[in-house]
Nanobody
Framework: QVQLVESGGGLVQTGGSLRLSCLASERTFSSYRVGWFRQAPGKEREFVAAITWSGGLATYADFVKGRFTISSDSAKNTVALQMDSLKPEDTAVYYC?????????????????WGQGTQVTVSS
């Protein structure tokens, strides 16, 4: 079973940037997809973006268009989420997960493995 570890979270002011990283414990198949989700207190887990390990089929939630960029570095077994122009409403715990099969990547139930999450806090 692959293990995923998120890093890069922290405290940033409105308009600032953070770069999150999802590291896999072992090399996996290039067609598998990695998704970023976030969850704020009292809210459901929310889709942010997804990509294959090989860097294709990038998908974004509407609320991050023009602000977030997902990318893959298969040689390092990592997927990154570059977050720019951050807003207080982006505050949440951010998780990465791996979807083994070709299901809808926007749904958390279609992910087989999850990391422990990394906290992102955006202050006014």
């Amino acid at each position: 079973q692959v293990q995923l570890v998120e890093s890069g979270g922290g405290l940033v002011q409105t308009g600032g940037s953070l770069r999150l990283s999802c590291l896999a414990s072992e090399r996996t198949f290039s067609s598998y997809r990695v998704g970023w989700f976030r969850q704020a207190p009292g809210k459901e887990r929310e889709f942010v973006a997804a990509i294959t390990w090989s860097g294709g089929l990038a998908t974004y939630a509407d609320f991050v268009k023009g602000r977030f960029t997902i990318s893959s570095d298969s040689a390092k077994n990592t997927v990154a989420l570059q977050m720019d122009s951050l807003k207080p409403e982006d505050t949440a715990v951010y998780y990465c997960g791996e979807s083994v099969y070709g299901n809808d990547v926007r749904k958390p139930r279609n992910y087989n493995y999850w990391g422990q999450g990394t906290q992102v806090t955006v202050s006014s």
